[in-house]
């Protein structure tokens, strides 16, 4: 009945885990997802520049707040890493961790990721179907990984020159609105980073700053 409410069960049970999930040397590990609820400015998914962009991708997830999260719906809420209500310590120390594995000697590190299904059309309608066709984008994602399909450049990441989209029922308006980039917007998304990290004062790692920078200036 709570409006938080969350049902867990035993992760053994699930059919598709990876068959090495209890091994002590652990699971390779070729792509990590991060994810808001956003209805404007963020792509359906975008892949990070670098380990470094990807830390900052993840320090920077917000999402539009629901009856699971305290505060008004539809404001922003920043939720690092998707760990603010999780993490036992400081998050600024939780970023430098991460980027500290990313400076690892012969880290096979994997590529970092950004989606966002619940971007809204003019009329306020979702503009992506979600549930089971989230896989076309994880397909882009894994064909990224193997070599196999192309990105597009823009200031924020790398997006999708085209998904699979046979058998979808999406009309190319839809499509381009959800793998656009609008610089404007991004000046205006930009804006609000600085006094979400002066947050974490000193524990914010400078490399986060930079990468806020490189942000400012790609967008012109």
Known sequence: AHPNARFTTPAAQCPTIAPEWQD??????????FGGRRATAVPLVTEALSWQHGVFLGANVASEKTAAAEGKVGEL??????????????????????????RRQGADLPRIYYVNWFRKGADGSFL??????????????????????????????????????????????????????????????????????????????????DEYHALVKRLG
């Not at 002590?24 to 997802?33: D, E, M």
Request: hydrophobic share 45%; charged share 25%; proline share 9%.
């Open 77 to 102: 809420r920043r939720d690092p890493f998707a760990m603010l209500p999780f993490c036992g310590y400081n998050m600024g120390d939780y970023f430098a961790h991460w980027l500290e594995v990313g």
């Open 128 to 209: 992506w179907p979600g549930f089971g066709e989230n896989s076309r984008v994880l397909k882009w994602i894994v064909e990224r990984l193997n070599g196999e399909a192309e990105a597009v450049s823009t200031p924020i990441g790398l997006v999708p020159d085209r998904l699979d989209t046979d058998g979808l029922d999406i009309s190319p308006q839809a499509l381009e609105t959800l793998l656009s980039v609008d610089a404007e917007a991004w000046k205006e998304e930009a804006a609000l980073i600085p006094p979400h990290f002066e947050t974490f004062g000193d524990h914010l790692p400078k490399e986060l700053w």
């Open 24 to 33: 002590p040397a652990g699971v390779p590990i070729s792509a990590i997802l």
